[in-house]
């Protein structure tokens, strides 16, 4: 893959978000940008990390798996795993992901602690919080947040660092911004930012909204590598 369109696509995304954290009276350094290369192959995250992108997300564990791998030189990348996680999957996602953003269940923490032990790690997660109740989606519900943060704490090879949500797909980026101010409120009452300093929320199509409501961390994918796949 030819790296100018994904740079000049990067330079326009850290120009968007850095206007967005400024616009929400906020530092732009405030607002990390984690590159969703899922259905990229391995030349598309070489053409962002020569532009100077360091964290990349994944779905599929077999998928960050391969590209972990392959792409093992390139120091100082950071993977991010931001898919449903199944418990028979984590073996593989537990020696390459930096953070795991889709804890949402005790036993998922059980799992991940038992592998993060084995390979003497330590693991930052964010807990997964389906705010708007969709049943196709995962994430465990808001009266379950505090649950999945005690089964993180007694687990001494993982670090809970946040809250992450995915909101319903909508055409007015601005319908999502409930969803996103749920979520901080959400860590308010869990020990605010001091405690829980990420909130992993927005995408392409509504990272500046969700960057007005609290977005430390924002998922961005087809914004920088194009259609998936491609």
Known sequence: ???GPVADALERVRAEVHASARAAGRAPESVRIVAVSKLQGPEAVRAAYAAGQRDFGENYAQE???KADELEALAGLRWHFIGHLQRNKVKEVAPRAAVVHTVDRAELALELERRADALGRR???LVQVNVAGEVQKSGCRPDEVGAVLEAVARAPH???VGL???PPLEHDAARNRPC???LRELRERHGGARLLPELSMGMSGDFAVAIDEGATIVRIGT???GARGA
């Open 223 to 225: 914004a920088i590598f």
């Open 64 to 66: 960050l798996a391969r």
């Open 164 to 166: 992450m949500t995915l």
């Open 158 to 160: 993982l670090v809970a």
């Open 1 to 3: 893959m030819d790296s």
């Open 180 to 182: 996103f101010a749920a």
């Open 123 to 125: 693991l930052e997660v």
